[in-house]
């Protein structure tokens, strides 16, 4: 640090110094792994000379610039970072010491009606199980039997729903709830706190960080839950993981059980729970994309990232599959990351997918099967739009499954025991339950 670090408050002094500035080597392999180095409206901005500035203690200038914003927090800095330098950490840092009123975009907003409401968009909870209800029984019509439990005591597992499914894509949601049924699991979502995306992660907000995962546990806690399933949305599991962790270290007896959803399809496809047919997915050609925070940012911080799961399970749904390069720890982020999805960096976020849009195109593949609904929405809609010539396909992993399912099934009894249930959930609940 330099003397004008003295300015700082202890706080940030003390922030700062865990990460000691002092063995960066000024080498750039920072810059030249990162996305966001030669954006456009960036010019002289690059991950070296942020590591500088705030060695020398220039800390309101960094936070005063867009660059933190810009980070996807992808992880490919530290990943090659010769002093080991948690760079995506300090970025998160100097999120948090921006003004909340200058957040860019809505992501403040979002995490404010989260913390006000329980979903980053505001959703009412009447709306919110009318959607359930009506949704459920839209699919109810394809599997017999089906209904979306809300609020179900003792469930074995626990599943949050992504409010822009909630909210608008709607079907989206059809993918999860056909694996569930075909496995016949005992499963549930709240009624209330049910957002899987943690925008206080985006936006270095640690308090609220700590609130969304506190209720999360407080939840599983209350209704006896055996498992969470870690929130698709790679910032949501990995903000939710970072939260948990901070209060079971205050509190051993706030730990939950949890998986990833890449342990659970691979444990129901493994045990025989559901089966699946490849010859669904034939003539077409699939690659998988590595997300940051379910891969090379897991590892880095959890000492275990999801790189040979995902293989696992679109191995056992298609037969032509082939990797891009670079792949698995040494992939490229997709642009979306950190926020830059939802943010108002739309140019910025489609510069950073240049990587990635070539790397579809070298691999020659149709469909590109993703895990996170960051990444999916990105490779799907962003990149087509600044890259036109695309021409594939993205899918969902869990929507890979449920597609090729072989589901078996439910006996007459089984169908007529959810149906009374689905009756008596929706009256206790105060909503109509729907014509059968």
């Given at each position: 640090?330099?003397?004008?670090?003295?300015?700082?408050?202890?706080?940030?002094?003390?922030?700062?110094?865990?990460?000691?500035?002092?063995?960066?080597?000024?080498?750039?392999?920072?810059?030249?792994?990162?996305?966001?180095?030669?954006?456009?409206?960036?010019?002289?901005?690059?991950?070296?000379?942020?590591?500088?500035?705030?060695?020398?203690?220039?800390?309101?200038?960094?936070?005063?610039s867009d660059f933190p914003w810009l980070c996807t927090g992808c992880g490919r800095c530290a990943g090659v970072c010769p002093a080991g330098i948690d760079i995506p950490s300090v970025m998160g840092h100097m999120k948090s010491l921006r003004p909340r009123e200058a957040v860019p975009g809505?992501?403040?907003?979002?995490?404010?009606?989260?913390?006000?409401?329980?979903?980053?968009?505001?959703?009412?909870?009447?709306?919110?199980?009318?959607?359930?209800?009506?949704?459920?029984?839209?699919?109810?019509?394809?599997?017999?039997?089906?209904?979306?439990?809300?609020?179900?005591?003792?469930?074995?597992?626990?599943?949050?729903?992504?409010?822009?499914?909630?909210?608008?894509?709607?079907?989206?949601?059809?993918?999860?709830?056909?694996?569930?049924?075909?496995?016949?699991?005992?499963?549930?979502?709240?009624?209330?706190?049910?957002?899987?995306?943690?925008?206080?992660?985006?936006?270095?907000?640690?308090?609220?960080?700590r609130e969304l995962a506190r209720r999360k546990i407080r939840y599983m806690q209350d209704h006896s839950i055996g498992t969470m399933i870690m929130p698709d949305c790679g910032g949501g599991s990995y903000g939710c993981r970072k939260g948990m962790s901070a209060l079971v270290a205050e509190n051993p007896s706030d730990c939950v059980g949890f998986v990833y959803l890449y342990d659970y399809l691979l444990q129901l496809l493994r045990s025989g729970r559901i089966r699946v047919d490849k010859s669904v997915h034939q003539g077409k050609r699939f690659t998988y994309h590595d997300s940051c925070k379910h891969g090379r940012e897991l590892a880095a911080h959890y000492g275990r990232g999801f790189f040979d799961e995902p293989r696992e399970i679109v191995a056992a749904c298609v037969d032509d599959f082939v990797e891009m390069t670079p792949t698995r720890e040494k992939n490229f982020c997709c642009g979306a990351g950190g926020g830059m999805w939802p943010m108002p960096f739309e140019q910025q976020?489609?510069?950073?997918?240049?990587?990635?849009?070539?790397?579809?195109?070298?691999?020659?593949?149709?469909?590109?099967?993703?895990?996170?609904?960051n990444c999916r929405d990105q490779i799907m809609r962003r990149i087509p739009k600044f890259y036109p010539d695309c021409t594939y396909e993205v899918k969902y992993i869990w929507q890979l499954v449920a597609e090729a399912l072989v589901i078996e099934p439910w006996e007459a009894e089984r169908i007529a025991t959810a149906q009374a249930e689905a009756r008596e959930q929706w009256e206790r609940l105060g909503m109509e339950p729907q014509e059968e």
């Amino acid at each position: 640090m330099s003397s004008s670090a003295h300015c700082m408050s202890p706080e940030l002094l003390s922030v700062l110094e865990r990460f000691d500035f002092s063995a960066c080597m000024v080498c750039g392999s920072c810059a030249n792994g990162c996305p966001v180095t030669g954006t456009p409206g960036m010019a002289g901005w690059d991950t070296r000379k942020v590591m500088r500035m705030l060695a020398n203690g220039l800390v309101d200038e960094v936070v005063a610039s867009d660059f933190p914003w810009l980070c996807t927090g992808c992880g490919r800095c530290a990943g090659v970072c010769p002093a080991g330098i948690d760079i995506p950490s300090v970025m998160g840092h100097m999120k948090s010491l921006r003004p909340r009123e200058a957040v860019p975009g809505s992501l403040h907003k979002g995490m404010a009606n989260n913390l006000a409401t329980g979903n980053n968009l505001a959703i009412s909870r009447e709306e919110y199980l009318e959607g359930m209800r009506d949704l459920g029984a839209d699919l109810a019509e394809e599997c017999p039997g089906f209904y979306v439990p809300v609020d179900r005591a003792g469930a074995d597992i626990l599943f949050f729903p992504n409010s822009k499914e909630v909210y608008g894509d709607f079907e989206d949601q059809f993918w999860w709830w056909k694996i569930f049924y075909a496995a016949r699991e005992n499963w549930t979502v709240p009624s209330e706190g049910w957002e899987a995306v943690d925008w206080a992660l985006f936006t270095g907000n640690y308090d609220a960080n700590r609130e969304l995962a506190r209720r999360k546990i407080r939840y599983m806690q209350d209704h006896s839950i055996g498992t969470m399933i870690m929130p698709d949305c790679g910032g949501g599991s990995y903000g939710c993981r970072k939260g948990m962790s901070a209060l079971v270290a205050e509190n051993p007896s706030d730990c939950v059980g949890f998986v990833y959803l890449y342990d659970y399809l691979l444990q129901l496809l493994r045990s025989g729970r559901i089966r699946v047919d490849k010859s669904v997915h034939q003539g077409k050609r699939f690659t998988y994309h590595d997300s940051c925070k379910h891969g090379r940012e897991l590892a880095a911080h959890y000492g275990r990232g999801f790189f040979d799961e995902p293989r696992e399970i679109v191995a056992a749904c298609v037969d032509d599959f082939v990797e891009m390069t670079p792949t698995r720890e040494k992939n490229f982020c997709c642009g979306a990351g950190g926020g830059m999805w939802p943010m108002p960096f739309e140019q910025q976020s489609a510069w950073h997918a240049r990587y990635k849009y070539q790397q579809i195109k070298d691999s020659g593949a149709d469909v590109v099967v993703v895990g996170c609904s960051n990444c999916r929405d990105q490779i799907m809609r962003r990149i087509p739009k600044f890259y036109p010539d695309c021409t594939y396909e993205v899918k969902y992993i869990w929507q890979l499954v449920a597609e090729a399912l072989v589901i078996e099934p439910w006996e007459a009894e089984r169908i007529a025991t959810a149906q009374a249930e689905a009756r008596e959930q929706w009256e206790r609940l105060g909503m109509e339950p729907q014509e059968e």
